[in-house]
Each structure stands twice: as structure tokens, then as C-alpha cells.
């Protein structure tokens, strides 16, 4: 069974610069894509941003020039370098990844179980 489990969350002050990251762990043979989304509370949960097995990053407009994403393929991991936050930053944020499992020759969707970000003004 493929796990991807988030840490880095909790309670921060406006203009604070946490560090999300997401371990993806099991019998994972190849990652493509890693990317973080987030939920505010009544809201649709929506893309933060993207890396490829390349490095190619893509970001939402709300969060260009404040956050960076970037991933340890010999790690399984993908991290969300936030900077300079603001209230409505506060969600939960979800791990993302399109792996394949060794013994299965398909692509498949995995998500974490989240973790809390409140930003306190």
C-alpha cells in the first residue's frame, strides 16, 4: 500500500515561512508528477503547485514569488517552501503524486491525508 504523509503544519504568524513536506512511501517503482493543493474551510480545494519528474515547476497565481516546490527523488519526497504568509493562505494542504507501484504497469493518482496551515494575523 502507497502512503504519502505530510508534516510541516500548524499554527504561524502572518509573514512566517514554514516548510511543508510530503514522504511518499511502499513499493513504489517510478514517480512522475508531485504537486500540493490546499482547502480552505467552505472553499474548493485548488492546485498550489506542481513539479515533474524533470524539476519543471508550476505554481498558482496566488502564490507566485512567495512559495517554491521542489522534490528528493532518492528521498520520495516533495517539500512547499512557503514565505511571507497571509491569513488566506490558511488551509489544508494535500499531498499529490502520479506513481507506479512495482508489479503494475499503469500510472496511478495517490493523495496524503493533509495537514493544517492556520496563518494568524
Known amino acids: 500500500q502507497v502512503q504519502l504523509v505530510e508534516s510541516g503544519g500548524g499554527l504561524v504568524q502572518a509573514g512566517g515561512s514554514p516548510r511543508l513536506s510530503c514522504a511518499a512511501s511502499g513499493s513504489i517503482s517510478s514517480i512522475n508528477s508531485m504537486a500540493w493543493y490546499r482547502q480552505a474551510p467552505g472553499k474548493q480545494r485548488e492546485l498550489v503547485a506542481t513539479i515533474t519528474s524533470g524539476g519543471i515547476e508550476n505554481y498558482a497565481d496566488s502564490v507566485k514569488g512567495r512559495f517554491t516546490i521542489s522534490r528528493d527523488n532518492a528521498k520520495n519526497t516533495v517539500n512547499l517552501q512557503m514565505n511571507s504568509l497571509k491569513p488566506e493562505d490558511t488551509a489544508v494542504y494535500y499531498c499529490?503524486?502520479?506513481?507506479?507501484?512495482?508489479?503494475?504497469?499503469?500510472?496511478?493518482?495517490?493523495w496524503g491525508q493533509g495537514t493544517q496551515v492556520t496563518v494568524s494575523s
Open positions: 499529490h503524486s502520479i506513481l507506479r507501484t512495482m508489479g503494475a504497469g499503469g500510472w496511478y493518482s495517490y
